[in-house]
């Protein structure tokens, strides 16, 4: 794996942070199954702690995360494999308020994509690709983009709603798996139920 040149910021503050981190880890006892036998799958989203949203520690649960808490074909790959090797009989579906996926549709992230690859930004309506000067560091866009499902968000009720039964419907799920809905409220850190 080749490293890119440019601050290296990020990586000193990552590294000293683990080193101290590793100083006082006590956690080697911990089995692989996580204890409370639940596994969440929820956002990437930077603002979004799973741990501290459901009162975990390390070794408590399985935290699956992606761009709008999806359940796409590998998140659900990711839970079976969470029952059928490591025991987990329940799973929370977590979504949120001011998800950036409800910002976008499909079509419109492969268009961008299709333009360049570099990142776009938001001018309070929309998003687009700024203007940018042609470098050699700057790649030319794709038009893959279009061939991937983005799982990009309309109605966030219904997105739940739609992945809890993707979930539960699905033919490699066992039936007495118990599968909830939630949405978590950025502004207040609540969650909030949706009810099937």
Not at 33 to 55: E, N, Q, S, V, Y
Not at 89 to 100: L, N, S
Not at 138 to 160: A, E, N, P, R
Request: charged content about 20%; some cysteine.
């Amino acid at each position: 794996m080749t490293e890119k040149k440019g601050n290296n910021d990020n990586l000193a503050s990552v590294l000293e942070a683990n080193r101290a981190y590793a100083e006082t880890f006590d956690q080697s006892h911990l089995p692989s199954p996580p204890a409370k036998h639940f596994a969440i799958l929820t956002c990437m989203d930077a603002r979004m702690d799973p741990a501290k949203i459901a009162g975990l520690s390390e070794g408590d649960a399985h935290v699956i995360r992606n761009a709008g808490g999806r359940a796409s074909d590998d998140a659900i790959r990711s839970l079976i494999i969470s029952h059928k090797f490591l025991g987990t009989t329940e799973w929370f579906v977590i979504q949120h308020t001011g998800c950036g996926m409800a910002t976008v549709t499909d079509a419109e992230i492969a268009q961008l994509l299709k333009e360049d690859l570099e990142t776009a930004v938001h001018n309070g309506e929309r998003w687009e690709n700024p203007q940018r000067e042609s470098s050699e560091n700057t790649k030319s866009g794709s038009d893959l983009g279009y061939s991937i499902h983005w799982h990009s968000i309309s109605d966030l009720q219904q997105s739940v709603l739609d992945d809890m039964q993707a979930i539960g419907s699905h033919p490699l799920v066992p039936s007495h798996i118990q599968v909830h809905g939630f949405i978590y409220d950025v502004k207040t850190g609540q969650l909030l139920s949706v009810l099937e």
